[in-house]
Every structure is written in C-alpha cells, then in structure tokens.
C-alpha cells in the first residue's frame, strides 16, 4: 500500500514538472500569437478567421456620409471619374434611406459589399477573377476580370461597380482600371496590415464623427467584440432569405 | 428522291452579288467601329450604367445566339427525327446556325470591358459559372455543327449523317438551357430567377432560329433564281406558327405563376402594367407584333399562302423576338432590387427606382454589325461551297410526287 502511494507520489511530481514544462514551453507561443494578430505578409490568409462588420443602425445618422467620404478618401474612386454619368461613377458605399410604409418609421444605414459566405458574384464569374479569400473577403483579381458584368448581375445588394473611362492618379492601395469590375474589398490592406485592430476606413471616419456605428472584427473569434456584440444583441443579415451568410451585419432595422 | 436535289454554288458574278457583300462589309465596318470607340473611350460613351449593365449590345447577341441554335432545327427535322423533305434545307440551316452564332458571341466579346482579354476566357475558368459553361458550349457548337456539315456535305462521309445531327441536336438544345440559365441562375433579381427560363429560351429558339431561316432561304432563292416550292415553304411557315405559339404559351405560363406569388406582384405590376417602355414593348412588341399578329398572318385561309405575307410573319416574329429579349434583358435589371422589403428605400444610387437607360447609337451600331457580320457570312459561303440546292421545286421536294411514282413501279413489277 505504502509502496503504491510512493509510486503515486512520484507519478503525480512528474505529471505536474511535465505540465509545466508543457506550459512553459507552449505559453511564449499563444502570448506571442495574441500579440501578433496581424499576419506577416509572406503568409497565405486561412479561414481560421473571418472577417466581418457589425453596423449599428441606431447610432447612423441620417444625411451623415462620414463612412462614405472615408471610403472615397481611403480608396480613391469616385472624384477622379469625370466622364462618367450619375450611375455610371462608382459607388463602393453609399447611404440607403428606409421609410417604413406602413408606420412610417425611417432609418438610415450604409450599404456596402456584404462579403457573403457563398457570394453569387463568385459563382457566376466566368474566369474565377471575382473570388472570396480563406477569410471571407470578396475581392476582384483586375488582372483577370474581362469585364462581362455577369457579377454584376448577380449580386442581390448593388455593390459592384464596372470602370466606364480611364482613370488618373490611382492610390497604390487599390489598383483600378478602365473595364474592369470593383467594390468594397473591406480595406484589406488595412486588414493585411494590423490584423483584428484594423479598422476599415469607413469605420474609421463614422467614429471620427463620434457615431460609431461600425464593429469590425473577425467573426469566428468568440472573445472579439463583434462577436460578443452579436451574441448578446443579435444582427439581422439583409436578405437573409437569399442564404448567402454575409460577413455584414446590421443592428435595427 | 435524293438524287434529284443538287447543290451548286452562287455562280450569279453580277452587281447584286458583290453590291450586297460590299453593303454588309460596309455595315460590319461600322459596327466594329463603334466597338473600337466604346474600347477605346469606356463604357461611359454608352447608355450602360452600374445599374443597367447590360445593355443594348447584349439584346442583340443574346437574340442572335438563341437564333443560332434554333437555326439548327430545320437540319434535325431531315436526319434526327427522318423526314426526307427537310434534308435538301440541312446545309443552309448549318451554316446559318454557326453564321449567326459567330454575329452574336462577336458582339458579345466586343462589348466586354477588356476584349482584349478573351484569352483569359479561354485559359481561366471557374467550373461553377454558367458563363463558363457557355463558353465550351458556344465553341463547341461551331465545332460539332462543322463536322455535322461534313457529314451531310461529304458524299462519303454520309452514313455518319444521322449520328452526327444527333449529337448536334444533342447539343443545341444544351447550348440554349445554357443561355437562359444565364437568366435563370440569377437569385438576386425578381423577373429571374426562374426554371422556366431554360426551356422557354429553347422554345424561342425553334421560332427565332426558324424565321431566320426561312426569310435567308426565300431571299437567297430568289436572288439567285432558284425555284423554291409552296410545298416546303407552307410546312415550314405552318411550323413556325406552331413555335410562335409555343413561345405565347411558355411567356403565359411563366407569367401565370409570378402573378399567383405575393412576393412577385410588383414585378408582375412593373412588365404587365406600369413600367412604361417595358409594358409596351412587352404587349405591342412581344405579344402582338411578334405573336399574335405573325400567327394570324401565318395560317389565314389566302393570306397564308402569299409569300410577301410569310416574308413579313417572318420579320415580325424577329422584331417580336428582339422586343422579348427587350423587356427580359433591360426589364428584368431596371426592376429596382428588393433589399427591404415592406420598406421604402432612397439613395444616392437610385435603388427604389426604376433605373433608367437609354441606348446610345454605338450600341445599336454594334449589334446591327453582328447581324451582319452573320448575314456577311452566309453569303460568302453560299458562293464558295455548295450549301443551296438547285431547285426545291415540289416535284423535287415532296416525296408523295417521288412514291407514286415507285408505287406504279411496283404495280408495273
């Protein structure tokens, strides 16, 4: 009896070195991975995470088009294009006015490429130049877009835009190009750069203005505060119906 | 009977031959013209806009391309489904399958953003599109009808007529399932979204393709003054009445439910009643010019017979046909889509409104350059190879003129 508890004594110290052995030896690499969110550029990105956003509509303020300016700003387009007509000019983000027919309650709101979970833009583009990264974002390779529009056709929210003239004075961060299709790439470049504390620049601007109406984060990280703030108060997808699981969610209405 | 038909070349060297090759030259010059010009300036030379993306070229391919396959129809007639009087009209309606398939996808190509980037088309694909789909089933389809061509036009290679139209039947009708699928496919937009697409876009194609048809066959007979019979021209305008009627019932069918689904009211509202240019392209243009009207012209008890009156059915039918693609194409993206529903919606980007579009010259430019570009086609190979048979004279058609004969032959034995 006394013999087996001295071996048990023994196996319990060496549980316990090993344990902490293990935990000396693994504890660097989880603190380093919380420190270093972002992903060094050489890396491919994984569906470990997916990116999305959260707008509260209630904190959107009607005829304020900070995150809309933001956007301009950050990616250029819109001013450069000169030649174009009212619907021809791009529109990576614009402000949706809703009035409620029946009771009259209104709402204002931003609306963007919603980076579906299955996009109907990937689906039906000929070449695969329209295609969503391991982490959710929906981008368009230019280099291989033919500009046939079908994305165009498909997406259910309007988000896409088609270059109808040439464009000067470009910013590196987006590459655009005459004939070619665009919309929202949920500043990826931002993304790429700082990982989860990026902030995607219409986010950036509607804080600026003290609104802050927009949560981004990524949506698989339970501990993110997009995710806490979507378990706690719930999101409404728009178009849910359609099945797409979009990456943009939206909080009143 | 077969040996009576003999195919021979356009050997008319005259002023009308080469004043129509130079006219329809003349006419693609332009259209290429106005492509290099929308190329080279953007898309904003154009009425096209993010909202309508697909605009008035694309009326004119996807036409030409649903006429194409339907073109094909009058070959299968003689060798998948055996009726001997059809087989002397095959090699015509090949060549005018692949030459209106070429019209269309060429003006498909040159109002794509980057034309310059077919290459891609044909090295990258993604699986999933039915784009990409189309792609195959459009260059296959000039393939398979070519070797179908050979087949027929190659004594020696006869035996093998039979399964060679199958297979291009085959792959017709997959080629047209394709081209409304492009519509079909789409979930996002109310006016699509719909099986019925698929087949109605191949119903369309047997009355498109086959007035195509008939109007080349009667205009090439005449000018180069060859006889073509009442007996072949009445079955195969009594045919067309049959595919415009076709048509009528798929478009009544397809709006026949929409009108039962609540959620599909406004849209019903938008094409049927209120949407002003579409409403009436849709009753004066589909409905009337392009059904109703060429069906009474088609089977009235004298007029019927008058080959003027059949011409004109047969133009009818094709503007008809292009109004339909009209109100499907523009209607079906001019629709606002529904992102809200119960909700009135407004913005800087004209959602909640109906989006408007109006085609500028090159875009009708470059579509009528398609049309000849197809029609351009025809004629050089009509004088080239022998796709026109001699005579389609009725002694020389109908095969009761060729059994009475055998049946006093046999008498006589």
């Avoid at chain 1, 929906?138 to 994305?151: A, E, M, P």
């Amino acid at each position: 009896m006394t013999h087996k508890s001295e071996i048990n004594s023994s196996r319990r110290q060496f549980l316990n070195g090993s344990a902490i052995a293990a935990g000396l030896a693994i504890a660097p690499g989880v603190m380093l991975h919380q420190v270093a969110q972002a992903k060094p550029a050489d890396q491919a990105v994984t569906s470990d995470k997916r990116w999305g956003m959260l707008i509260d509509t209630n904190k959107c303020s009607k005829g304020c088009d900070a995150c809309v300016r933001g956007c301009q700003t950050e990616n250029g387009w819109g001013e450069n294009e000169t030649k174009s007509g009212p619907n021809q000019v791009a529109q990576w983000i614009r402000k949706v006015e809703l009035r409620d027919t029946s009771t009259g309650f209104t709402k204002s709101l931003p609306l963007m490429c919603q980076h579906c979970e299955h996009p109907p833009c990937v689906d039906v583009c000929p070449t695969g130049a329209s295609f969503k990264r391991a982490d959710g974002i929906v981008l368009v390779d230019k280099h291989i877009c033919i500009g046939c529009r079908y994305c165009m056709m498909a997406c259910p929210y309007k988000a896409r835009s088609f270059i109808h003239e040439d464009l000067q004075d470009q910013l590196p961060v987006a590459p655009r190009g005459k004939g070619t299709v665009e919309s929202c790439t949920l500043c990826v470049h931002r993304v790429d750069k700082d990982g989860e504390n990026a902030i995607p620049a219409c986010a950036e601007a509607c804080n600026a203005e003290g609104h802050e109406a927009f949560v981004f984060g990524d949506l698989k990280n339970p501990n993110s505060r997009i995710s806490q703030e979507l378990a706690k108060h719930g999101g409404t997808q728009i178009r849910a119906d359609l099945g797409l699981n979009v990456g943009i969610r939206y909080r009143g209405i | 009977m077969k040996a009576n038909v003999h195919f021979r070349e356009v050997l008319n060297n005259g002023t009308g031959y080469y004043g129509l090759l130079a006219l329809l030259g003349a006419i693609v010059l332009i259209g290429l013209g106005a492509a290099y010009f929308m190329e080279h300036n953007g898309h904003f030379v154009t009425g096209m806009n993010n909202e309508i993306v697909w605009g008035m070229p694309h009326v004119f391919a996807v036409f030409l391309i649903v006429a194409a396959s339907g073109a094909l129809n009058v070959a299968s007639i003689g060798s998948v489904f055996g009726k001997s009087q059809y087989k002397p009209l095959a090699p015509l309606s090949g060549l005018l399958a692949i030459a209106l398939l070429a019209g269309g996808l060429a003006v498909l190509v040159l109002d794509l953003g980057h034309p310059d980037r077919l290459i891609v088309a044909m090295t990258y694909y993604n699986f999933k599109s039915i784009f990409a789909w189309n792609v195959m089933l459009y260059t296959g389809f000039m393939a398979v009808v070519v070797v179908y061509l050979w087949m027929m036009m190659e004594r020696k290679m006869n035996k093998y007529t039979k399964p060679a139209g199958f297979f291009a039947f085959i792959w017709r009708l997959a080629l047209t399932t394709g081209t409304g699928s492009i519509f079909g496919f789409i979930v996002a937009r109310e006016a699509y979204d719909a099986a019925i697409m698929a087949p109605m876009f191949v119903i369309m194609s047997f009355s498109f393709g086959l007035a195509a048809y008939i109007l080349v066959l009667m205009a090439s007979f005449k000018w180069t003054e060859r006889e073509l019979g009442d007996k072949i021209l009445y079955r195969l305008k009594n045919l067309l009445g049959i595919f415009v009627g076709a048509v009528l019932y798929f478009v009544l069918a397809y709006h026949l439910t929409n009108l039962y689904a609540a959620e599909h009211h406004s849209v019903e509202r938008f094409i049927l009643l209120d949407g002003g240019i579409y409403t009436k392209l849709f009753w004066i243009g589909q409905i009337l010019i392009g059904g109703l009207i060429p069906l009474a012209m088609l089977y009235h008890p004298t007029l019927g017979k008058s080959r003027a009156v059949i011409g004109w059915a047969c133009a009818l039918v094709i503007l008809g046909g292009m109004a339909q693609m009209y109100v499907i194409i523009i209607g079906g993206q001019a629709f606002p889509l529904v992102l809200f529903p119960g909700m009135e919606v407004s913005s800087s980007f004209a959602d909640g409104i109906v989006a408007s579009y109006t085609p500028k010259l090159p875009e009708y430019l470059l579509g009528i350059g398609g049309v000849a570009i197809a029609l351009l086609l025809v004629t050089i190979a009509v004088k080239v190879l022998r796709f026109l048979p001699e005579s389609l004279a009725d002694a020389i058609v109908d095969p009761h003129t060729a059994s009475d004969a055998k049946g006093t032959a046999k008498k006589a034995a």
